[in-house]
């Protein structure tokens, strides 16, 4: 402890003679610059570069774009390819390149009507990639949600990453019990759900630009059912 004040006095001191006594510091023709390879002066304790005082640029704050609002969802997207989901038959995938190609600002929209029983726990999930190879390493974001286009519904309802994949059950699904969160999208029967999938990242930003020659953005979904339907 006191080896610890005794360092701590010292620093203060020689911080109390650098503002004093360092003529750099109080010098009217002090310059401002940067340089490839500063030199530290133990003498005037100051970082020199040929002989003027050097500050570290200001490097600005990386600010994440805004989640888009709900509201005018499917805005935005040059293309909307859609898909009518009869419930009582899997489709087993649904690939964008079949149905006239996704483009590089499109969204593929799922429609469905989810129907009884509403059991217990009875849980599935959905998932997206890239499809062909090779976009089997694009960005996506896949949303569940009960509005078309709506990517970022609250969560467990969206998912961003090479595979996105959501969560479902029809009526009650289970509660994690570390979290007390659900575990998925709790589906009302009757009721009209969409699964929505673009080439976004988890901020909104077109994942679907700048692809090297030969690539595209062309989606695969394979939506599943819960056990007993």
Do not use: E
Not at 58 to 84: A, E, M, Q, R
Not at 172 to 200: C, D, E, F, H
């Amino acid at each position: 402890m006191r080896t610890f004040a005794r360092i701590w006095t010292w620093a203060w001191l020689i911080l109390f003679l650098w503002c004093v006594f360092s003529p750099r510091i109080h010098a009217a023709s002090v310059t401002i610059t940067s340089c490839q390879n500063p030199t530290w002066d133990q003498a005037s304790l100051t970082l020199a570069c040929g002989g003027t005082i050097v500050t570290p640029p200001v490097i600005p704050p990386v600010i994440p774009p805004v989640i888009p609002p709900s509201g005018d969802l499917c805005k935005g997207f040059d293309k909307v390819l859609s898909y009518n989901w009869d419930w009582a038959n899997t489709p087993g995938h649904i690939d964008t390149a079949n149905m006239g190609g996704i483009g590089t600002n499109g969204i593929l929209v799922v429609s469905f009507i989810a129907t009884p029983p509403a059991d217990v726990n009875n849980m599935t999930s959905t998932s997206a990639t890239g499809y062909p190879a090779p976009n089997l390493i694009n960005y996506l974001t896949l949303g569940l949600s009960d509005k078309p286009c709506d990517l970022y519904p609250a969560a467990p309802g969206s998912s961003s990453s090479t595979s996105p994949t959501v969560q479902y059950g029809v009526g009650t699904v289970p509660i994690y019990w570390a979290s007390g969160k659900p575990m998925g999208v709790a589906l009302k029967p009757g009721q009209r759900y969409y699964l929505n999938v673009a080439g976004r990242d988890a901020y909104g930003m077109n994942t679907c630009v700048n692809l090297p020659a030969g690539w595209n953005c062309d989606i695969r979904l394979s939506p599943q059912k819960p056990p007993g339907h």
